[in-house]
C-alpha cells in the first residue's frame, strides 16, 4: 500500500513570493491534515479536512495560507505572500475516519521543507 | 488547553543501553496517547498507542504504559540500537473542542545511538 505523497520535498522561495504544497493520501483515507513543523518542534495542525470539506481551520493563518481538497482526494496548500518566518517543514497526513474516533492513527507523508529568504 | 511535555534532548546512548523517554501530559477529558519516531528524511510513522489507562503499547522492543495517575505514558526499551536513532514525539488525541479529535505533539527527543 503506497504511502502519504507530498511534492515537492524541498523548496526555496524569496519572501513575498507564493509558494504552494501538493498531497496525495493514502487511498481510501477520509480526512487530511496539514501539520507545521518548526525547527526543534512537534507538528502543529494547521487545517483538517474531512473528505471535500474543511472541519478545522482554526489555526490557518488565513491572510496568507489557503488550502483545497477537490473531490476530497489530493490537497494542496498555499501561501501567498511568503514570509521568513513560514521557513519549517509542512507534513501531510491522512487517516481512515478522521474526528470520529479517539483512538485512530495518523499517517504522515514525508513533508515539504521550505527556506523562505 | 491540552499539552504534552516530554524530556529534552538530544539523549545519546551507547548500543545496548537502556532507554527512557518521559512523557507527561495535561488534558481535560481521557485521551489516547501516542509515541511517533522521525528517522532521518523520513515522515512521522507510529511506534506505538495505548487508548486507555493502564492499557501498555508495544512494538519492535518499545513499550510505553498510560498511567492516568501520573498522566505519564514515558516511553522504554530494554537494549536500543544504532538503527533506533530518531526523534521520537509524544503525542495525545483528544476532543479539540470543534466537535472532533485533534493531535496535540511535544517538542520531541532526538535519540542518538553509538556502537
Known amino acids: 500500500e503506497a504511502g502519504v505523497v507530498q511534492s515537492p520535498r524541498y523548496k526555496i522561495i524569496e519572501k513575498k513570493q507564493p509558494v504552494a504544497f501538493w498531497c496525495n493520501p493514502i487511498?481510501?483515507?477520509?480526512?487530511l491534515y496539514w501539520y507545521r513543523q518548526n525547527l526543534g518542534q512537534g507538528p502543529e495542525l494547521l487545517i483538517r479536512?474531512?473528505?471535500?470539506?474543511?472541519?478545522?481551520d482554526s489555526q490557518l493563518p488565513k491572510d496568507r495560507f489557503s488550502a483545497e481538497r477537490l473531490k476530497g482526494v489530493d490537497s494542496t496548500l498555499k501561501i501567498q505572500p511568503a514570509e521568513l518566518g513560514d521557513s519549517a517543514v509542512y507534513l501531510c497526513?491522512?487517516?481512515?475516519?478522521?474526528?470520529?474516533?479517539?483512538?485512530?492513527?495518523?499517517?504522515f507523508g514525508p513533508g515539504t521543507r521550505l527556506l523562505v529568504l | 488547553g491540552n499539552s504534552v511535555t516530554q524530556m529534552e534532548g538530544p539523549v545519546t546512548l551507547s548500543e545496548e543501553a537502556f532507554l527512557t523517554i518521559n512523557c507527561t501530559y495535561t488534558?481535560?477529558?481521557?485521551?489516547?496517547l501516542f509515541w511517533y519516531v522521525q528517522y532521518p528524511g523520513e515522515g512521522l510513522q507510529l511506534l506505538l498507542k495505548?487508548?486507555?489507562?493502564?492499557d501498555k503499547g508495544s512494538n519492535k522492543g518499545f513499550e510505553a504504559t498510560y498511567r492516568k495517575e501520573t498522566t505519564s505514558f514515558h516511553l522504554e526499551k530494554g537494549s536500543v540500537q544504532v538503527s533506533d536513532s530518531a526523534v521520537y514525539f509524544c503525542?495525545?488525541?483528544?476532543?479539540?473542542?470543534?466537535?472532533?479529535?485533534?493531535?496535540?505533539f511535544g517538542k520531541g527527543t532526538k535519540l542518538s545511538v553509538i556502537p
Open positions: 497526513a491522512s487517516s481512515p475516519w478522521g474526528g470520529s474516533f479517539v483512538q485512530e492513527t495518523q499517517y
Open positions: 487511498s481510501g483515507h477520509n480526512t
Open positions: 479536512y474531512e473528505n471535500e470539506e474543511a472541519v478545522d
Open positions: 488534558a481535560t477529558g481521557y485521551p489516547s
Open positions: 495505548a487508548t486507555k489507562a493502564d
Open positions: 503525542a495525545l488525541n483528544l476532543d479539540s473542542g470543534a466537535g472532533s479529535y485533534q493531535l496535540t
